[in-house]
C-alpha cells in the first residue's frame, strides 16, 4: 500500500482535527470533499461522514461521531472497532486547534483534484460484456439501480400505478405478467395525504390477500431533494432502515417532482440539474432506483413539464393518460423512453373501485385499485379538421385567414375581401360565407376581425 507522506498525513489531520472542534469548513468545501485525494482510511470516512453530517452549518462533534459510528456498523464492523474509530475521532478535540491558515492550505489540497493525481482509467474491448445479465426490479419497466419518470397530466391517475408498482415490488408479486425482484421501497408521499395508505390498503385487499407490506414504507412529507440538508437526512434514512431489515432498498418513489423541488424553479435547467444530482447521490449512496412522478405540461402528448433536463437524464420514462368511457376507468400507459431494453406495447390498465371501510358517519369509503394486467387500448380517434366539412368558398375564406395569420399579418374583413378580389373570385356574398365559417366554428368574427381556429393535427 503506497505510504503516506508527512505533508498529507499533516493535511488529512488538520481537517479531522477542525471537524473535531466543530470548527465550520463551509458548505463549499462540504459539498466539493474529493474521498480519492485522501491516503489515510481513517481521514477519509470521516470527511465523507461529514460530507453527508453536514446542513446549514457544521456538525457538533456528537452527531458526527454517532453518525460515523452507524456508518460503520452498517458497513459490517464490530461493536468494539466502530467504537475505536469513533474515540480516535474524538481524540483530535484534546489537540490544538489548527489555525486558518493551516485549514485552507488543506482544503486546497484535498477538495479539489490536482493535475499531478491523475488516475488511470479501466477499459474494455470490443462487445466484451455483451452478454452480461440486465439487471431489473420490474422487467421490461425498472431497471435496477435505475432513474425513471411516470408523468401524467393532474387526474391521470399516475399516483394509482406508482402505488401498484411500489406495491408489487415489496412484496414481489409479478406485474403484467413479467418478472419483479422483491426489495424494500421507500414511497414519499409529497401529494395524496392520507388517500396514499388508503389506496395501499385497497391494493392489499386486491393482490395481497389483505396482508400489509411490511418492506413498503412511507416518508409522509415532501423532501426539498436539492438541498443538501435534506437530501443527506434522506440517505442516512433509507441506510438506517436498510440496517433495521437487513437489506437493501430496491425502490425510491418521489411523488411528485413538483412538491419535493422546494422553492426551484422546474423551467429552469440549472434547478433541474440540481434534482438529478440528488436523485443519482440518492441512487448511488443506497444501490435503489429512483421512480419520479411528474405532471405533463399543457399538451401531454409534448412530454413532462419543465426542463428537458429531466427526460435526458432518465433511463426509462412513461406517459399516464386519463382512460374513461361507459363501460370502464382506468389508465393507459405508454413508454417514451426505454434507454436499454425494448420499450414495452402501450397497454390499457383498468382501475376497480374497492371498499376500504366505514367512515364515521357509516359511509362507505372506497379507493381505486390498479389492475396489474394490461389490455390492448382502443384507438384514439383521429383529430376532426371541421374545415373540410365547409363549402368551396367557405374554404377559400378560411384558408385566406389561416395563411394571413401564420404570417402575423392583419385579417381584417376587408384585407381578406382584398385577397380573394386578387385571386379573381367575385365577393359578393363574401358575408354569407364568413356567416357560414362562424357557424361550422372554424372562425371568430371579433368586430370584424377574422380568426381561425386551426384544428389539432
Known amino acids: 500500500m503506497e505510504s503516506l507522506s508527512l505533508s498529507a498525513m499533516a493535511d488529512e489531520s488538520t481537517l479531522t482535527a477542525a471537524m473535531a472542534h466543530e470548527i465550520d469548513l463551509g ?87 490536482q493535475p499531478d493525481k491523475q488516475k488511470v ?71 395524496g395525504g392520507v388517500g396514499v395508505p388508503k389506496r395501499i390498503f385497497a391494493w392489499c385487499q386486491e393482490y395481497n390477500k389483505g396482508q400489509s407490506p411490511d418492506e413498503l414504507c412511507l416518508l409522509n412529507f415532501p423532501i426539498p431533494m436539492a438541498d443538501l440538508a435534506h437530501t443527506n437526512n434522506l440517505i442516512s434514512t433509507i441506510k438506517a432502515e436498510q440496517k433495521r431489515l437487513g437489506k437493501k432498498f430496491g425502490l425510491v418513489v418521489i411523488d411528485t417532482l413538483a412538491r419535493c423541488f422546494g422553492a426551484a424553479d422546474e423551467n429552469r435547467s440549472d434547478d433541474m440539474n440540481a434534482f438529478v444530482c440528488a436523485c443519482d447521490r440518492v441512487k448511488a449512496e443506497t444501490g435503489a432506483s429512483v421512480l ?94 371541421p374545415s373540410k366539412a365547409l363549402g368551396k368558398n367557405e374554404q377559400i375564406v378560411y384558408q385566406a385567414v389561416r395563411s394571413r395569420m401564420a404570417n402575423g399579418e392583419s385579417t381584417a374583413r376587408k384585407v381578406i375581401i382584398d385577397d380573394l378580389k386578387a385571386q379573381g373570385i367575385a365577393v359578393k356574398h363574401f358575408s354569407r360565407w364568413v356567416n357560414n365559417c362562424v357557424e361550422a366554428d372554424v372562425i371568430e368574427d371579433r368586430e370584424g376581425l377574422l380568426i381561425a381556429k386551426v384544428a389539432s393535427q
Open 27 to 113: 458548505y463549499e468545501f462540504a459539498s466539493s470533499i474529493e474521498p480519492d485525494l485522501f491516503k489515510s482510511g481513517f481521514h477519509r470516512s470521516v470527511a465523507i461522514e461529514y460530507q453527508r453530517s453536514y446542513t446549514d452549518k457544521a456538525p457538533t462533534l456528537k452527531y458526527l461521531a454517532d453518525n460515523f459510528h452507524d456508518s460503520l456498523i452498517g458497513a459490517g464492523w464490530s461493536q468494539a472497532d466502530a467504537q475505536a474509530k469513533v474515540e480516535r475521532l474524538e481524540q483530535h478535540a484534546d489537540r490544538r486547534a489548527p489555525t486558518v491558515d493551516q485549514i485552507q492550505a488543506a482544503i486546497g489540497k484535498l477538495s479539489a483534484k
Open 292 to 385: 419520479v412522478v411528474h405532471h405533463s405540461g399543457k399538451d401531454a402528448a409534448k412530454g413532462a413539464r419543465g426542463s428537458t433536463v429531466m427526460k435526458a437524464a432518465c433511463d426509462f420514462e412513461f406517459r399516464v393518460e386519463r382512460h374513461n368511457d361507459d363501460h370502464e376507468t382506468g389508465l393507459i400507459l405508454t413508454c417514451t423512453k426505454a434507454k436499454d431494453d425494448k420499450e414495452p406495447a402501450r397497454q390499457l390498465f383498468p382501475l376497480a373501485e374497492r371498499f376500504v371501510r366505514k367512515d364515521s358517519d357509516g359511509d362507505d369509503v372506497v379507493s381505486l385499485v390498479c389492475s396489474d394486467t394490461g389490455q390492448t387500448p382502443p384507438e384514439p380517434e383521429p383529430e376532426r379538421d
Open 121 to 191: 482509467y479501466t477499459l474494455s474491448y470490443g462487445f466484451a460484456g455483451y452478454d452480461a445479465e440486465f439487471s431489473y426490479l420490474m422487467k421490461r419497466y425498472i431497471p435496477a439501480a435505475s432513474l425513471g419518470m411516470v408523468f401524467g397530466a393532474s387526474g391521470a391517475y399516475k399516483s394509482f400505478l406508482a402505488i401498484a408498482w411500489a406495491c408489487s415490488i415489496a412484496t414481489g408479486r409479478p406485474w403484467n405478467g413479467t418478472p419483479v425482484t422483491q426489495a424494500p421501497v421507500l414511497y414519499i408521499v409529497g401529494e
